[in-house]
């Protein structure tokens, strides 16, 4: 039911091409997103990242193997010190706060917090370098400059800021688990498949921040794409599915210099993306800006230089058409990727097995 309603805001969304509001449309036609018509908060995106857990001093965080033991300074003096031992319930309780807050919070872009959470938890992520082992989610070091600051990561802290009255509430867990966790709730929420996630990442500080570049450039081809992925340890079909999570958001103007949505429903997880990829005609914008594609039924969708890279190339483009032809072995494939790459450097204690399957809102 719930995708023969995606299905029909699709069709309808496809013959009414008007980008923006078409796509806000589509999120109030798709009730099992759990969004709700709610009224506007006064929630604040810019109130100031890595300034939450105000009212409490957090003296030290140790994460302990998989969980969190903590201790706390509560106002800077009497040393209060407590064991808590998080599981899996308590995980469930940070995914469904993640969940309510995008049902809530729906006066943003599209109408969802949905797709820059999933960008957070990859850019966290895809910093990693194999050959170091240094980067990857265990850490959360975009919080500090200059990692906050590269260009890559423009428009993250509408992310990092949103979560921060989950942390607020939650402050057992690490940032770097808050981050992926979102991250996986953001594609189950949005319509996609069910993201296994395990505990285990601990926030590092200021040292540990990547180097620049360490990103993908979508104005590059498909070697960049190449040297980038396989640096992080993925290979061609990994890095295939992996992009897919482009059915998702848009791109910004003011973030990244591109502009625009890849497809019409920028708030539902689907194949989308590899089907417009294939079926439609892509030429470039003419505009203003960084060389982009545009398609040339209605004008109004866009492609990354490094998105059109994959149809070119032969080994990408047999995993494009694998994934526009069927949408059940894309979500699987993708499912299977998107874990990898939210545990990418880290030392768990836990095994693969303990992994956890949260329960989707509604
Ligand atoms: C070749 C690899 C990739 C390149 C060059 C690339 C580049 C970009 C760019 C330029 C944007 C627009 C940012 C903005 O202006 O707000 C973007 C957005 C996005 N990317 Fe990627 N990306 C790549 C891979 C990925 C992967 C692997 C994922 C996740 C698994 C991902 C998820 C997203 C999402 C969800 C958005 C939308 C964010 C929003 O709506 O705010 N991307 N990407």
Not at 59 to 86: I, M, N, R, T
Not at 94 to 122: K, M, Q
Not at 186 to 203: C, F
Not at 308 to 330: C, G, L, P
Request: with cysteine.
């Amino acid at each position: 039911m719930a995708s023969a309603a995606r299905s029909a805001s699709r069709a309808f969304l496809r013959s009414t091409p008007s980008v923006r509001p078409a796509a806000r449309s589509a999120r109030f036609a798709l009730p099992s997103q759990g969004f709700r018509a709610a009224p506007r908060r006064g929630y604040a995106s810019e109130a100031g990242s890595g300034k939450s857990s105000n009212g409490f001093l957090w003296a030290g965080l140790a994460v302990a193997a998989g969980g969190g033991a903590y201790f706390y300074l509560q106002g800077g003096d009497a040393v209060a010190s407590k064991e808590f031992v998080p599981g899996k319930e308590d995980y469930q309780k940070v995914y469904d706060a993640i969940a309510e807050r995008l049902a809530n919070e729906t006066d943003y872009d599209d109408g969802s917090y949905g797709p820059v959470l999933v960008r957070l938890a990859w850019h966290a992520s895809g910093t990693y370098d194999k050959e170091t082992g240094t980067g990857g989610s265990n850490g959360a070091t975009m919080r500090f400059a200059p990692e906050s600051d590269h260009g890559a990561n423009a428009g993250l802290k509408h992310a990092r800021d949103f979560l921060e009255p989950i942390k607020a509430k939650f402050p057992w867990i690490s940032y770097s688990d808050l981050w992926t966790l979102a991250g996986s709730a953001a594609i189950q929420e949005l319509g996609g498949p069910a993201i296994p996630w395990r505990p285990g990442r601990a926030d590092r500080d200021v040292a540990a921040c990547t180097p620049d570049g360490r990103l993908p450039d979508a104005s590059k081809d498909h070697r960049h794409i190449r040297d980038i992925f396989y640096r992080m340890g993925f290979n061609d079909q990994e890095i295939v599915a992996l992009v897919g999570a482009h059915a998702l958001g848009r791109a910004h103007s003011d973030r990244s210099g591109f502009d625009g949505p890849w497809d019409f429903s920028p708030t539902v997880f689907t194949n989308d993306f590899f089907k417009l990829l294939l079926d439609e005609k892509w030429q470039q914008k003419k505009w203003n800006g960084p060389k982009q594609f545009t398609d040339k039924s209605t004008g109004t969708l866009m492609m990354l230089p490094t998105d059109i890279a994959m149809t070119k190339d032969k080994e990408f483009r047999k995993h494009v058409e694998r994934y526009a032809k069927d949408n059940d072995v894309f979500f699987k494939e993708f499912t299977d990727v998107y874990v990898k790459l939210l545990e990418l450097g880290v030392p768990f204690t836990s095994k693969a097995e303990d992994r956890y399957i949260f329960k989707t809102s509604a």
